[in-house]
């Protein structure tokens, strides 16, 4: 039986209800967080912003407090970027990407050699001064020269950030700390992961599952494996894709909102093949090299980038829009201002 063919606006729409970017959500925080598998975080306004686009009367003091509580944590994870994670997808998340094919093995001997004693240092926020000094005093470990070895402790060693450099305002050094959490077996946590991804960011290809994860294909294969029966797809180009069993697959005339998406948003980093949200003629428009613009959306796909300057928001739309969409766009950004304020 020949495979069905997913059309680029199918599989638009199928991401967009994964996202929670069809309607708003209602869900509880944490799992809100859960259900699109992480935030991206580098930048500390984008989860507030990511969970304002997406939640149901989302207010930043409730991040705030589940940040402080632990609940959501903010560490490096998927792509050796910063994430914020539930506590319980932590350990999930961070046992399946702990050895990226960048880390070179003798790096990653070393932070899981001094695991323990950095855990015992980091029970108390610590800045990375801090615990350079640490390291170079009790272990004679210098990770002041180079990135490597400073990844590989937040990675391995599971330094994460303290729950302070996830708020809404932050002041000071950034500074990191062990979270207790239960430490999971590799193989099963990949699994999970790939699951994970799929019910975020399904249906796709063996290759977006790496584009998201930073993991290599054939690390991501065994997962794959394990998690079948999966469907199976093809899109417009006929490249494979997979997918969880009744996952939802809304129609491709399903509404789609206008949206405003934050910088770093992972709707438009978690494929290999990003034209499901965002055409290749506007890719640099919005990614400049390790930068992401703030996006908005119209009809489900990337249609500009906007700014705040001075307190308004402004928009800079790829080509002319409809006095219908700028007047949607123009009521979703005076929402938008009022909750920055």
């Given at each position: ?261 934050p910088r770093f948003d992972n709707l438009v980093l978690s494929h290999k ?69």
């Amino acid at each position: 039986m020949a495979e069905r063919v997913l059309t680029r606006r199918e599989l638009n729409r199928a991401t967009l209800a994964r996202q929670l970017l069809l309607e708003r959500s209602r869900v509880p925080l944490v799992r809100a967080v859960e259900r699109v598998a992480g935030l991206q975080a580098q930048w500390g306004p984008a989860p507030y912003v990511g969970l304002w686009t997406r939640v149901a009367g989302f207010r930043r003091d409730a991040l705030e407090r589940a940040l402080l509580r632990t609940q959501i944590v903010r560490a490096v994870l998927m792509r050796g970027t910063i994430h914020l994670v539930s506590r319980g997808d932590y350990g999930v998340f961070g046992a399946a990407v702990d050895a990226p094919p960048w880390l070179r093995p003798e790096l990653a001997a070393v932070a899981d050699g001094l695991h323990d004693s950095v855990r015992a240092f980091g029970a108390e926020p610590r800045t990375r001064a801090e615990v350079t000094a640490f390291l170079e005093r009790e272990h004679g470990v210098d990770i002041s020269t180079g990135e490597a070895l400073w990844y590989a402790m937040r990675i391995r060693g599971r330094l994460t950030h303290a729950p302070e450099s996830g708020l809404w305002k932050t002041q000071g050094l950034t500074r990191y700390v062990v979270v207790p959490h239960e430490r999971a077996e590799p193989a099963a946590a990949r699994v999970e992961l790939v699951r994970r991804y799929l019910a975020a960011f399904g249906p796709a290809t063996r290759a977006d599952v790496s584009e998201w994860s930073g993991l290599r294909v054939r690390d991501c294969a065994p997962a794959l494996d394990a998690l079948e029966p999966l469907r199976r797809f093809r899109d417009e180009s006929g490249r494979e894709l997979v997918d969880l069993p009744r996952a939802p697959l809304p129609p491709a005339d399903a509404p789609a909102p206008v949206r405003l998406m934050p910088r770093f948003d992972n709707l438009v980093l978690s494929h290999k093949n990003r034209t499901r949200v965002l055409a290749d003629e506007h890719r640099g428009d919005v990614i400049d090299g390790g930068w992401v613009k703030s996006t908005f959306l119209v009809d489900g796909f990337v249609a500009g980038t906007w700014e705040v300057e001075d307190g308004r928001i402004r928009l800079e739309p790829f080509a002319p829009l409809p006095r219908t969409v700028r007047r949607e766009l123009a009521d979703e950004a005076a929402r938008l201002e009022a909750w920055l304020r």
